[in-house]
């Protein structure tokens, strides 16, 4: 979600932290897992809030280099980047369950919604990315 590991990793402790003191909150303990990974997303989407997270330039703009054809064809269809003009909660769907292996009934407890729901709104999602793809045995 954040692209930078160190940024990751800041965001996964200061998750860590909250959850610690927050643990004894918990009502059913079976959902410690989604629970805590809920945090660690608000934490994320905290960190990207950030102006200077979103401000930093690390090497040359994409405006200084030199983009052979080649390279704008594996740009173009660099997954990263079509992930990251989906929506918030689509981006966040997509990353829990693709990119995390989350189960989707664990993937629909982080995100506050029923099964249905987050299935339904994350082939959408998915369809978004490539429409011609089929996902149909991915999401059964």
């Not at 692209?3 to 059913?28: G, N, Y």
């Not at 629970?35 to 405006?63: P, T, Y």
């Not at 992930?83 to 769907?93: A, E, I, P, S, T």
Request: hydrophobic fraction near 45%; include cysteine; proline fraction near 3%.
């Amino acid at each position: 979600m954040l692209h930078d590991p160190q940024a990751a990793q800041d965001a996964v402790q200061e998750a860590s932290l909250t959850a610690w003191r927050k643990l004894s909150s918990v009502r059913d303990r079976g959902r410690v897992r989604p629970w805590f990974l809920g945090i660690v997303v608000n934490e994320c989407r905290n960190s990207r809030r950030l102006k200077w997270v979103s401000g930093v330039n690390v090497g040359l703009s994409e405006d200084l280099t030199v983009v052979s054809g080649e390279d704008r064809i594996l740009r173009g269809a660099d997954l990263r980047r079509a992930v990251n003009q989906l929506g918030k909660q689509d981006r966040l769907l997509v990353i829990l369950f693709f990119y995390i292996d989350l189960p989707l009934e664990e993937v629909a407890a982080i995100t506050g919604s029923s099964v249905g729901a987050a299935r339904a709104r994350l082939y959408r999602a998915v369809k978004r990315l490539r429409p011609d793809l089929e996902i149909q045995e991915a999401l059964r």
